[in-house]
Antibody, heavy 118, light 110 residues
């Protein structure tokens, strides 16, 4: 069974940093592209970033480019999102999802809440 | 990276069919086959319902179907059931090497 479990969310002050993790199981993690997608409270889905299976290709939404860094450790079956320079508008539930920008995004974790507030 | 345009809400009675539209541009929906649809119930993670415009993942009811014409993609749900009440989102690959979502449509089953 495919499982994606996010962690690392919490309350952080504007300008602060946070590192999200996503532990994957039930599939060959190293064979799949992975996405981060977020959802602000009461709002729609917003794609954040994606990485190819071997991290050769990495993509970001303009809204996070230069502030967020996606990475993965295939040996640990884990996906990460380093978030720096956080802003109030980054407040959201962050989901990791199996798939990339042109491959099927078929499984999603339950999400981790990031709150940016003073 | 403008969001795709979806109606804010649609409604239908049990047994009826409804269609949700998703309007994009030549640089996203119109230019590629990478259109997906997701269903999201309150407090839950999104669930993939349609991928690559028309394909249904294993386990998704055949009451759900997808199509595309020009820059507009559509999700049709036939034989509406109470459990179909949820938010629905479209997504598409865009030529800027990004993934864009629609704003979401709230489906109410009357």
């Amino acid at each position: 069974e495919v499982q994606l479990v996010e962690s690392g969310g919490g309350l952080v002050r504007p300008g602060g940093s946070l590192r999200l993790s996503c532990a994957a199981s039930g599939f060959t993690f190293s064979s799949y592209s992975m996405n981060w997608v977020r959802q602000a409270p009461g709002k729609g889905l917003e794609w954040v970033s994606a990485t190819s299976p071997d991290s050769t290709y990495i993509y970001y939404a303009d809204s996070v480019k230069g502030r967020f860094t996606i990475s993965r450790d295939n040996a640990r079956n884990s996906l990460y999102l380093q978030m720096n320079g956080l802003r109030a508008e980054d407040t959201a539930v962050y989901y990791c999802a199996r798939g990339g920008i042109t491959s099927i995004t078929d499984y999603w974790g339950q999400g981790t809440l990031v709150t940016v507030s003073s | 990276q403008s969001a795709l345009t979806q109606p804010a809400s649609v409604s239908g009675s049990p047994g009826q069919s409804i269609t949700i539209s998703c309007i994009g541009t030549n640089s996203d929906i119109g230019g590629y086959k990478y259109v997906s649809w997701y269903q999201q119930h309150p407090g839950k993670a999104p669930k993939l319902m349609i991928y690559e415009v028309t394909n249904r993942p294993s386990g998704v009811s055949d009451r759900f179907s997808g199509s595309k014409s020009g820059n507009t993609a559509s999700l049709t749900i036939s034989g509406l059931q109470a459990e179909d009440e949820a938010d629905y989102y479209c997504s598409s690959y865009a030529s800027s090497d990004t993934l864009i979502f629609g704003g979401g449509t709230k489906l109410t089953v009357l």
